[in-house]
C-alpha cells in the first residue's frame, strides 16, 4: 500500500532529521529548507502531497509567505498544515490560524505528540473529505432529478410550442453567466450564489404562460398581425397569473421569483415594455436578466419565421438598441464577456451547472464557510421543495423508477389520485399497481425503457389506466437513468402521468383565462373585438357606442403613489365600469390606462355616457382619479370595430388634447383638426393612424 506523503519545511537540518525519524516509518518524506523550495515543491507536487509541516522563522520566505503563497494558489483547501515553530507568542499562533494552519506544535518536539497530532490531522481531512464526496453525490443525484424535472416540465409546455428544447437550457445557462458577472461588477443588487441558482432555476418557467396561446400564433412562420400580438403578450400576465392561483407554495422564494420572471421579463428599462409599462430597477433584477437571457437565445435560434444571426450579430443588435431597452450594467457584462458566453453555451449542459455547483459546494466546506452539513440541508430541503412545486405546476403524476432495489416512489397526490401507494417495493408483484397498469401497459413501458440509450433517455406513451372504477387514456412521460460509468448501465427513470382528457380540459381553463385581463378581470382587446363583431354581425339594425376611456395622468399617478396604488386605480376603474352598464354590455382593458365601453342603446345616447362619464371620475384612498373619454357611434361611422376604434381614438386624442377630464363624441371636423396637426409637424402627438 502506498505511504501518504508529508513535506517538512525548516531551515535547520536538525528539526528536518528529527522529524523525519519519528514519521518515515509510516510515511513518505519530502524536505524543503525554506519557503521558496516549499512553494516549488508544492506547485509541482501539491495533489500527491497529504500535509505540510512548516517552520515559521526561515530566510527568504518564511511560513506565514508559505501559508499566503497556499491561498492565493487555493493549495490550502486540499493540504493542511500543521506549524512547527519555538516561537509561541498569541500574535504569532493567532495569524497562523487566520491564513489556514491546522495546528501547532511546539519545539522541542516530542515524538508521542508529533505522531498523534500528524494522524489526527490526517484522519480528520480524510474525514471532511469522504463527508464531502458523500455531501457532493447526494446533493449530485438531487440536482439531476431536478434537471430532469426540468426537462419533463419544460416539454410539457413545449407540448404545443414550435422552440427547441434547448430554449430553457439556454435561457438558464445565460442566466446563470449573466449574473454571475453582474456580482462581480456591482454589489447594487446583494445577490448571492444561493440567489442565482435560485434565479437560474426560476428561468425555466418563463414562457409557461405559452400553455394557453393558440399554436397557430405561437408558430406562425410570418410576421404576427396587431391582433396576434397583442394576444401573444397576454402569455406574460397568463403565466403569472398560473402561478398565483397556485392552492400551495405561494410564499417560497422559487415561486415569488418565477412569478416575477413570468410577469416581468417582457418589461424593459426605459418603460416600454409590457405589460405594466416598468422602467429601469422598478423591474426586479431576475425578471431583467431574463428578458435579455430569453432576446439573445431568440436571435440565436432558428424559429419558424426566421434563421439564426451569429453570436456576434446578435451582441451587436442587443447592445445597440435594436432589441429593445436593458439595464446598462447587464449589457456592459454582455459585452466584455462575449467570448466567455459563447464559450460557455456551446460546451455548457446540465451535467455541467451540477459540476461547477458541487465544485462551489467542495470548496465552501473545505474552507469551513458556512459548515457543509448546514449547507447541505438546506440544498437538500431546496431540492424536495421544487420536485414538489413541479408536480403541482404539471399537476401530472410525478414518479421514479429504479432498478436496484426494485421500487417505484410516486408522488403523495399521483398515490392518492392512483389509489396506490407513495413507495411501492417489487412492483411487478404489487396488487394494485398491476390493476392500474395491466399486463399490457407494463410490458410496453418496460420494453421501451429498456430500448433508450444514454443518447436518446426518453420514452413517450398514450396508454390506458384502470382506476376509481374506470378507464381512462393517459400519456406518459419518462427520462431514463443512466449510470456515468465507461459502459453505462440503466437504473431506473423519472417520470410523469398526465390524463389526457383533465389536460384538454385544464387547457380550456387556461384559453379562457387568456380573454381575461388578470388584474381587472375584464375582457382583453382581442376578446372584446371578436364579441363586438359578432354582436354587430348579429344585430345589424341595432344602435351601437364604442367609448374610449384613459385614466388622467397616470403615469404621474404611479411615479407618486407608486405602481401598487396604480393597480388599484385600474381595478377600481373596471368595478366602476361594470357597475355602470348592463350585463349584456362589454367593458375591456385594451392596455396600459386604457380602457373601452362597447355598448347598445335605444335611448338618448348623451345622457347615458354622461352618467357613465361621472361614475368613472371617483376618489382611491382620498385621492381624487379622473377620465378622458372619446365616443363613436355606429350610426356616424359605420358598423365596423376598426371604423369605431378609430373615430373613438380620435375623439378621446381631441377630449385630451382640449385639458383632459372630459369626454367628447367624434365627429368629422377632428379628421380635418388632425390632418392639420399634421401638416403642421404636430403629428407626433397624434393617435395612431
Avoid at 483547501?77 to 500543521?82: G, M
Avoid at 431536478?146 to 442566466?175: P, Q
Avoid at 450594467?329 to 466584455?336: D, H, I, M, S
Wanted: hydrophobic share 40%; net charge negative.
Amino acid at each position: 500500500m502506498q505511504k501518504e506523503k508529508i513535506l517538512i519545511v525548516d531551515d535547520s537540518e536538525m528539526n528536518r532529521s528529527i522529524l523525519a525519524d519519528m514519521l518515515m516509518d509510516d510515511y513518505d518524506i519530502i524536505e524543503a529548507e525554506d519557503g521558496v523550495e516549499a512553494v516549488a515543491i508544492l506547485r509541482k507536487q501539491v495533489s500527491e502531497l497529504s500535509l505540510v509541516l512548516l517552520d515559521i522563522v526561515m530566510p527568504r520566505m518564511d511560513g506565514f509567505g508559505v501559508l499566503e503563497a497556499m491561498n492565493q494558489n487555493r493549495w490550502i483547501e486540499s493540504v493542511p498544515v500543521v506549524i512547527i515553530s519555538a516561537e509561541n507568542s498569541p500574535s504569532q499562533v493567532e495569524r497562523a490560524y487566520e491564513l489556514g494552519g491546522t495546528d501547532f506544535i511546539m519545539r522541542p518536539f516530542d515524538a508521542l505528540i508529533v505522531r498523534r497530532r500528524v494522524v489526527n490531522t490526517l484522519l480528520l481531512y480524510a474525514k471532511q473529505k469522504r463527508l464531502i464526496s458523500m455531501v457532493e453525490e447526494q446533493v449530485y443525484e438531487k440536482e439531476r432529478h431536478s434537471d430532469l424535472m426540468i426537462d419533463i416540465l419544460s416539454h410539457i409546455m413545449e407540448f404545443r410550442n414550435g422552440e427547441s428544447g434547448l430554449h430553457i437550457l439556454h435561457v438558464r445557462t445565460l442566466t446563470d453567466f449573466l449574473l454571475t458577472r453582474l456580482t462581480e461588477r456591482t454589489d447594487r443588487y446583494h445577490l448571492t450564489m444561493a440567489d442565482i441558482a435560485l434565479i437560474s432555476t426560476a428561468s425555466a418557467l418563463h414562457d409557461i404562460g405559452k400553455m394557453a396561446i393558440d399554436e397557430k400564433i405561437l408558430n406562425k412562420p410570418g410576421r404576427l398581425t396587431n391582433e396576434e400580438f397583442a394576444i401573444m403578450k397576454t402569455h406574460s400576465t397568463i403565466g403569472a397569473g398560473m402561478l398565483s392561483d397556485l392552492p400551495v407554495h405561494q410564499e417560497e422564494p422559487l415561486v415569488k421569483i418565477a412569478y416575477q420572471i413570468c410577469r416581468w421579463h417582457h418589461e424593459r428599462w426605459d418603460g416600454r415594455g409590457y405589460p405594466d409599462g416598468l422602467a429601469g430597477d422598478d423591474i426586479p433584477i431576475s425578471a431583467q436578466v431574463v428578458a435579455l437571457a430569453d432576446v439573445y437565445d431568440a436571435l440565436t435560434s432558428q424559429r419558424v419565421y426566421k434563421p439564426p444571426f451569429t453570436h456576434e450579430k446578435a451582441v451587436e443588435m442587443i447592445v445597440g438598441g435594436e432589441c429593445g431597452a436593458f439595464n446598462p450594467l447587464l449589457l456592459e457584462c454582455l459585452k466584455e464577456n462575449a467570448g466567455e458566453l459563447l464559450t460557455a453555451l456551446e460546451a455548457d449542459s446540465s451535467e455541467d451547472i451540477r459540476r461547477r455547483k458541487l465544485r462551489g459546494i467542495s470548496d465552501e466546506a473545505l474552507r469551513g464557510e458556512g459548515g457543509a452539513s448546514q449547507r447541505t440541508l438546506r440544498l437538500l430541503d431546496k431540492e424536495r421543495m421544487r420536485n414538489s412545486f413541479y408536480a403541482s405546476m404539471s399537476e401530472a403524476i410525478q414518479f421514479e423508477y429504479t432498478v436496484s432495489p426494485a421500487m417505484i416512489t410516486v408522488s403523495a397526490w399521483g398515490a392518492k389520485k392512483l389509489g396506490v401507494d407513495e413507495i411501492i417495493m417489487d412492483p411487478l408483484r404489487d396488487e394494485r399497481l398491476q390493476g392500474v397498469l395491466g399486463d399490457s401497459v407494463w410490458e410496453q413501458l418496460s420494453r421501451r425503457l429498456r430500448n433508450t440509450t444514454p443518447s436518446s433517455p426518453e420514452v413517450r406513451l398514450d396508454c390506458p389506466l384502470h382506476y376509481d372504477g374506470a378507464t381512462r387514456w393517459h400519456r406518459v412521460i419518462m427520462r431514463a437513468l443512466w449510470s456515468d460509468d465507461i459502459h453505462p448501465q440503466f437504473e431506473g427513470a423519472l417520470g410523469t402521468v398526465m390524463d389526457i382528457h383533465e389536460a384538454h380540459q385544464k387547457m380550456q381553463e387556461l384559453e379562457q383565462k387568456a380573454s381575461k385581463d388578470l388584474l381587472t378581470g375584464l375582457l382583453n382587446r382581442a376578446s372584446a373585438k371578436e364579441q363586438i363583431e359578432l354582436r354587430m354581425q348579429d344585430n345589424p339594425d341595432s344602435h351601437f357606442a364604442l367609448a374610449e376611456v384613459d385614466i388622467d395622468d397616470f403615469k404621474k399617478i404611479n411615479d407618486v403613489y407608486g405602481h401598487m396604488f396604480g393597480d388599484q386605480v385600474l381595478q377600481q376603474l373596471a368595478r366602476q365600469m361594470k357597475g355602470s352598464v348592463r350585463r349584456s354590455d362589454i367593458c375591456c382593458r385594451a392596455g396600459g390606462e386604457e380602457f373601452f365601453l362597447f355598448l347598445e342603446y335605444n335611448t338618448d345616447i348623451e345622457k347615458t355616457i354622461d352618467r357613465i362619464y361621472k361614475r368613472l371620475c371617483f376618489t382611491c384612498e382620498d385621492r381624487p382619479v379622473t377620465v378622458s373619454m372619446g365616443v363613436a357611434l355606429g350610426e356616424t361611422v359605420g358598423l365596423s370595430y376598426e371604423a369605431l376604434y378609430h373615430a373613438a381614438d380620435l375623439a378621446l386624442y381631441t377630449a385630451k388634447r382640449s385639458g383632459k377630464r372630459q369626454y367628447r363624441f367624434y365627429d368629422k371636423t377632428m379628421e380635418e383638426t388632425l390632418s392639420t396637426m399634421s401638416d403642421a409637424g404636430t403629428g407626433g402627438d397624434a393617435p395612431p393612424q
